[in-house]
């Protein structure tokens, strides 16, 4: 199957045409791929972040802090039409709600 061309999109309409164009050409897997990329990028980052300066590292914060992140990555990319689908939103609210349920019960009551 023949694919469009990079000379047939004109890049001086935005950055959104661009990002339409590649996730076009690689049938629909750029843009999930760089969400996934960014999670795990910020959920490695903040757990080695929080080792480095106090010693330990909370991997359930970290997850849910990197689930955070996304969700507000996710809504800005929803608004470039054609960018995200709507099962890329949903994988990343399920991660958001067991991030958040982790976080939740993982913690203990104390005394």
Known sequence: MPYKLITAVD????LEVILQYLNEVTGGLFMPSIVFMIYIV?????????LRI??????????AASS?????FVAILSMIPGAINGVTVVEVAILTIVGTAWLIFSKTTGV
Do not use: H, I
């Open 11 to 14: 890049p001086s309409q935005g």
């Open 42 to 50: 910020l959920g490695a980052g903040s757990y080695f972040a929080q």
């Open 54 to 63: 106090k010693g330990t590292a909370d991997a359930a914060a970290c997850f």
């Open 68 to 72: 955070y992140a996304m969700v507000g």
